[in-house]
Each structure stands twice: as structure tokens, then as C-alpha cells.
T-cell receptor, first 114, second 115 residues
Framework: GDSVTQMEGPVTLSEEACLTI???????????LFWYVQYPGEGLQLLLKATKADDKGSNKGFEATYRKETTSFHLEKGSVQVSDSAVYFC?????????????FGQGTTLQVKP | DTEVTQTPKHLVMGMTNKKSLKCEQHMGHRAMYWYKQKAKKPPELMFV???????INESVPSRFSPECPNSSLLNLHLHALQPEDSALYLC??????????????FGQGTRLTVV
């Protein structure tokens, strides 16, 4: 079945460091890919998305490119801030027989220190 | 307005109580979802409503009963819950079709504690 694998956390960085959170997926057909962010005590916010191969999603300085050849959708940011501390979830929505269901990775906790 | 509103934010209930969680969206979305999230875990899908009809039930116990009164509202009725049902319950909505069909917007969640 379809699945998403994220790198284990927590990831601890100093402010202004570069961030990469790895995400790979297994899916049949042509899934849509998403990154969601969850701040402490809150719900999930859509951070960025990509709906087809080679699409690049971007928002708030974060970027991720849909790589079909490597089945990856790694999240990157050039300079993190303390306010970026949160849990990041990679997710996919299956392309075929799409029911709107989201399949999430396990989540990666990011802690940014001043 | 890209908001999904959930009430209440916190709920404590006994195992014999009956309570309801409410969710509302005014984005014209035709698909609405309930997810359950345990601490330090990803959300798990419980139910999907598409055009006000239940389209997915992920084998959820009958003590959870969803209801979709109209295209903007989604309820989750709770009865005879167990302490292990304590979790964050998230509502989400999406267009439900087309290229943006699965771009889901989540509410802030209801933190449920069963005592």
C-alpha cells in the first residue's frame, strides 16, 4: 500500500542554520505531495504542496521538489528561525481512486535554538 | 476565509457521558474529515464525508458516530468512550475534487480527555 517515510527526529539546529528534512514515498499512480506543520498545542497547517513531478512547492522560505525518479519530497529552508520550531509532517494523497485520504509520515520534530 | 473552526477546544468526559464535537467550514468545501491524533504520532483518518455522504469509515468503533447535517457542518458524537480514546481530534475539509481536491485545511482540534 501507499506509505510515507520521514527521517527520524528530533532535529536540533541553531538559528540561521540550513534545514533539510527527508521524505520518501511509495505510491501507485500519481500522488499529490504535501508538507504540513504543527506548532505546539495546535492543529495542522498546510505548509506547501506539489501535485505533479518536478513541481516545486514553496512557502515562508520553505521549499520542496516533487522528485518522481527518487520518490522523494525533501523539505528545505536556507535559514531557520526559532519560530520554525514545530513538528513537520510529510503526506501524500493517492492519485488513483482518490478519496481525499491523506497518508502521513511519522513526523519530524524540529527544535531551533537561539 | 480559509478557516476550519472546531468546538470545544478542550473536553473532559466520563466513560458514561455522551458528548459531541463540532466542526464548521465556510470555504465551500464538499469533503470533510475526522482524524484522531495521539501524542507524538501522525493523524489517523477516522471518517470521510463527500458531498454530505459518508464515504470512508476506517473501521472506527461504534462509540464514535459521525454526522454531516449540511455541507458546512460536521459533528462527531461520542458515547461510552474509553480512557484510551483520549487524544486530539482534528477536523479537516477540502474541495474534494479536481486538482485542489485533496488540499486539506485543518481545524485547531479538540483535546479530549476521557476519565
Amino acid at each position: 500500500g501507499d506509505s510515507v517515510t520521514q527521517m527520524e527526529g528530533p532535529v536540533t539546529l541553531s538559528e540561521e542554520a540550513c534545514l533539510t528534512i527527508n521524505c520518501t514515498y511509495t505510491a501507485t499512480g500519481y500522488p499529490s505531495l504535501f508538507w504540513y506543520v504543527q506548532y505546539p498545542g495546535e492543529g495542522l497547517q498546510l505548509l506547501l504542496k506539489a501535485t505533479k513531478a518536478d513541481d516545486k512547492g514553496s512557502n515562508k522560505g520553505f521549499e520542496a521538489t516533487y522528485r518522481k525518479e527518487t520518490t522523494s519530497f525533501h523539505l528545505e529552508k536556507g535559514s531557520v528561525q526559532v519560530s520554525d520550531s514545530a513538528v513537520y509532517f510529510c503526506a501524500l494523497s493517492p492519485g488513483s481512486g482518490n478519496t481525499g485520504k491523506l497518508i502521513f509520515g511519522q513526523g519530524t520534530t524540529l527544535q531551533v535554538k537561539p | 476565509d480559509t478557516e476550519v473552526t472546531q468546538t470545544p477546544k478542550h473536553l473532559v468526559m466520563g466513560m458514561t457521558n455522551k458528548k459531541s464535537l463540532k466542526c464548521e467550514q465556510h470555504m465551500g468545501h464538499r469533503a470533510m474529515y475526522w482524524y484522531k491524533q495521539k501524542a507524538k504520532k501522525p493523524p489517523e483518518l477516522m471518517f470521510v464525508y463527500s458531498y454530505e455522504k459518508l464515504s470512508i469509515n476506517e473501521s472506527v468503533p461504534s462509540r464514535f458516530s459521525p454526522e454531516c447535517p449540511n455541507s458546512s457542518l460536521l459533528n462527531l458524537h461520542l458515547h461510552a468512550l474509553q480512557p484510551e480514546d483520549s487524544a486530539l481530534y482534528l477536523c479537516a475539509s477540502s474541495h474534494g475534487q479536481g486538482p485542489r481536491g485533496t488540499e486539506a485545511f485543518f481545524g485547531q482540534g479538540t483535546r479530549l480527555t476521557v476519565v
